[in-house]
């Protein structure tokens, strides 16, 4: 073929793209109709201000499963020959329960009262402590492993809570107002 053979079919179709107001491939009528109306994005999410009855609530619905899967844990950790697979599944409940929690306390969608940020922040620490506590006893390979793990505490976790509790106006008794949360 020659050069001008070749010429004037790519001058032919640039002359048709350039008629047509195209500079690219064309576009699918379906396509083109979905490009032109696409939505408008929504606006992002606002976090929402907990009051103290919510934050209450809030706290209650993270902390008293962690509280009752911990219990569960001491109490087959207690039981003479338990099985290390009994004493896995008791940790490894504990530290998804402890996981759970520690995301319900650290949702950034919620914004805990001035009065208990700082503490619920330790409380928070101190779970997710648990966490690490938990899968360490969940994977233990034998029971003097399991035996040997040891537990730890972030400072200030033993009063945060109770002050939590007290400017939420919670009852002292961590087991108090647990059954909406545990059933």
């Not at 109709?33 to 999410?45: M, V």
């Not at 976090?47 to 109490?75: D, H, I, M």
């Not at 099985?83 to 402890?98: F, T, V």
């Not at 620490?125 to 006893?137: A, P, R, W």
């Amino acid at each position: 073929m020659t050069r001008t053979a070749l010429a004037v079919p790519t001058l032919a179709l640039m002359l048709a793209m350039a008629l047509s107001g195209c500079t690219s491939a064309p576009v699918a009528p379906e396509a083109a109709a979905t490009t032109a109306s696409s939505p408008t994005p929504s606006p992002a999410p606002t976090p929402e201000l907990l009051t103290t009855e919510a934050a209450g609530a809030r706290y209650l619905s993270s902390v008293c499963v962690s509280n009752k899967e911990n219990a569960e844990w001491s109490a087959a950790a207690q039981v003479p020959g338990q099985s290390l697979e009994a004493l896995h599944a008791a940790a490894a409940e504990a530290r998804d329960a402890n996981r759970a929690s520690a995301q319900i306390l650290d949702d950034p969608m919620f914004v805990w009262p001035d009065t208990v940020a700082e503490d619920i922040g330790t409380v928070r620490d101190s779970l997710l402590t648990g966490v690490s506590i938990y899968e360490q006893l969940a994977t233990s390979p034998t029971l003097e492993s399991l035996n040997s793990v040891v537990f730890t505490d972030v400072e200030g976790s033993a009063e945060a809570g109770p002050r939590i509790r007290l400017r939420l106006n919670l009852s002292a008794d961590t087991a108090a107002g647990c059954d909406a949360y545990t059933q």
